[in-house]
């Protein structure tokens, strides 16, 4: 399958180079492209596999949040675009000092969250203060926990001091969980939502739908609106989302979950089928501080039982790009490493026998139930029990089940996910995470990764932190899924790569 190519955030890592102050960016960026023969349709219902567990992306971790709320509802300091680059939002300029230690902020003037409320820098210093707090329960936490300080010097000023350089600072702030949040309204954004966004809440019933309608009142007065209603539409069910696309029921499901029905769509004159590329990278997490995968010769071995050409093919249709690490051909200093332990189930016996289980073991897979997990471990099972290895296949529902017991709890011995976060390399460094996985000589990779301002030596600590884990394995590392979109021709201005799990309404419109 051949993927356009997204460039995710290397620009922001250059601005640490700068050896003297930089202002970036005069004006905020206009987000909307020239009005070319726009419908009069403006309502437009929009499919997700996955409900969310609650609308607030800064206090739990699920992507499905932010796929309905970020740049819609709520904003942030920055924003991700959808080439993957760092652009002005809620700030329309900042400088970084030649020391990387000071940020200041030039806020936009005017701006007034969905309630009335004002947007100033005590606002952003509010949200920035909640996110880091010793009760914070952001699903990025670490993120903040460079900041030493934040000044207010005025209304449209936010000067943050850090501890150390952290590289990836301005990219951080533009992720759904970085999003700006108001006094007044935050304890009660889970439910109902108020931001400063384009868009506005208008209810919620679970099980089913959420509901948005255009803000008439929205800051950026450059930005026209295609559409004046959305409704995100919850289906679960493969079938069911290709009934409602062919139906007209459903306008787009911009995340199809089952590519075996794409072949479905052929013929189909309305819809449109949309291939991108995404940062969705399905590991099968092993549990490293549990027997027998506290021992890398076993880790190894299930590695090389693998054959993840033929699991991209009886998994996911044939869609999919194998890969060796935890990182995506999308990312800056990708190097392939998926011949480092290469399908070989002779030598995968060998390792066995030499960590001492020469007649293999068995084990348990907890599989949420969103469908590549139990596909792709049906495969892994049928592979694994060649090499001796029963494994058996425990669904767990997903997110609650899941987060309770695997993330949280790390009560599991093998699990299987799609890690969403782009650049996300670094939580094999995270003490704790779910994977239990220790090394010094990563952790130690990634601290410079964050430290080091040329784009070239990052390149290269990045290829080392992949080479590490393609030998360590403290996952099997199996394919970075596609894109797979499918939407009514007529339906403009949709993401068709994904740089970040969105559903960014901004541009969308119907044309005739």
């Known amino acids: 399958m051949v993927q356009s190519r997204v460039f995710t955030p290397m620009a922001l890592r250059r601005s640490m180079a700068a050896t003297v102050a930089a202002m970036v960016g005069a004006t905020a960026l206009s987000l909307i492209s020239p009005d070319l023969a726009w419908s009069a349709q403006t309502t437009l219902k929009l499919g997700m596999n996955i409900e969310p567990t609650g609308l607030d992306p800064t206090v739990a971790a699920p992507v499905a949040i932010g796929q309905v709320t970020w740049q819609n509802v709520f904003e942030g300091l920055v924003a991700i675009d959808k080439d993957g680059k760092v652009v002005p939002q809620l700030a329309k300029s900042w400088e970084i000092s030649p020391d990387g230690l000071t940020y200041t902020f030039k806020l936009q003037e ?208 044939g869609y999919g790009t194998v890969i060796g690490s935890h990182y995506t051909p999308n990312d800056p200093g990708y190097i392939d490493t998926t011949k480092v332990l290469p399908y070989n189930p002779e030598k995968a016996k060998a390792l066995l026998a030499e960590a001492g289980y020469p007649n293999g073991f068995s084990f348990t897979i907890k599989t949420p139930q969103m469908s590549y997990a139990p596909r792709s471990a049906e495969v892994m099972q049928a592979m694994l029990a060649e090499i001796g290895v029963t494994m058996t296949i425990q669904p767990t529902e997903f997110p609650g089940k899941w987060v309770s017991d695997v993330f949280k709890g790390t009560d599991y011995d093998m699990t299987i996910v799609a890690h969403a976060e782009p650049m996300d390399i670094d939580i094999y460094s995270r003490d704790p995470y779910y994977f239990n996985y220790k090394n010094p000589v990563f952790n130690e990779t990634i601290k410079k990764i964050q430290v080091t301002s040329d784009p070239a030596a990052q390149a290269k600590l990045y290829g080392q932190a992949q080479q590490i884990l393609a030998e360590d394995v403290p996952a099997l590392y199996l394919f970075v899924m596609p894109k797979l979109g499918v939407w009514n021709k007529k339906i403009k201005g949709l993401w068709e790569n994904e740089p970040i799990p969105a559903n960014v309404l901004t541009e969308v419109h119907w044309e005739d």
Request: aromatic share 10%.
């Open 110 to 317: 005017g701006v007034k969250f969905h309630d009335g409320e004002e947007f100033d820098s005590s606002v952003a210093k509010f949200a920035l203060d909640r996110a880091r707090g010793t009760d914070s329960t952001n699903p990025q936490k670490r993120f903040y926990s460079k900041i030493e300080s934040i000044e207010t010097p005025d209304k449209a000023t936010l000067v943050l001091k850090l501890k150390e350089p952290t590289g990836s600072l301005l990219y951080w702030l533009g992720w759904p969980a970085s999003v700006m949040v108001a006094p007044k309204s935050a304890a009660d954004d889970k439910t109902n939502p108020i931001g400063t966004g384009p868009f506005k809440f208008v209810s919620w019933a679970k099980g089913d739908r959420v509901e948005l309608a255009a803000n008439p009142d929205y800051w950026d007065k450059q930005v026209k609106l295609g559409l004046d209603k959305v409704t995100f539409r919850f289906i679960p069910d493969p079938q069911a989302q290709a009934a409602a696309l062919k139906s007209g029921d459903i306008d787009a499901f911009p995340e199809f979950t089952a590519p075996e029905l794409m072949d479905s769509f052929k013929d189909e004159a309305k819809l449109a089928t949309v291939i991108g590329n995404t940062e969705l990278k399905v590991v099968a997490g092993m549990n490293n501080a549990r027997k027998p995968f506290n021992d890398k010769r076993v880790r190894q071995a299930l590695m090389m039982a693998v054959d993840r050409a033929t699991l991209v093919e009886g998994a996911w249709s």
